[in-house]
């Protein structure tokens, strides 16, 4: 399915008022794990009250020990810190990636904004090579905005 196709799937979603907001951000989640073919694992994290550090939220995909994350650690804690996109193409070339699954061959990680503070990202793992493109960045940058909305 493509990003297009997506888009109003994603609004229909988050304009649900008769869900709370975990039960949308449980089925965005889900949907983009299941329609997006290298979209192996998709996840909120979000900052942990006033520390140092993100809890994870909603998720769709394999379990994960990686609960918390320390600013600065990992992918997502490198985010957390620079509030810009990370892209990585192939996780075994970082030096300060968190494994995962032994399965992960890249990860994109997005922050989330709400009144221009990072309050949070999606993150996503692939278990294929590179598959990340600017597309990618553009549409989950987006799908970010509008869960903003709800939060």
Request: proline share 5%; charged share 25%; hydrophobic share 35%.
């Amino acid at each position: 399915m493509t990003f297009h196709q997506l888009r109003p799937q994603i609004e229909e979603i988050l304009g649900k008022d008769s869900l709370t907001a975990d039960e949308r951000i449980q089925k965005v989640c889900d949907l983009l794990q299941t329609s997006v073919p290298y979209y192996d694992w998709v996840g909120f994290y979000f900052k942990n009250g006033d520390k140092e550090e993100l809890k994870l939220g909603k998720y769709a995909g394999e379990p994960t020990d990686h609960e918390i994350i320390p600013f600065g650690k990992g992918i997502c804690g490198q985010v957390a810190v620079s509030n810009k996109n990370f892209v990585v193409p192939d996780v075994k070339a970082q030096n300060n990636y968190i494994a995962c699954s032994i399965h992960v061959k890249a990860e994109i990680v997005v922050p989330l904004f709400k009144n221009g503070e990072n309050i949070g990202q999606i993150d996503i793992d692939s278990h294929t090579e590179d598959p990340f493109s600017h597309e990618d960045e553009v549409f989950l940058e987006w799908v970010n905005e509008r869960v903003a909305e709800i939060l």
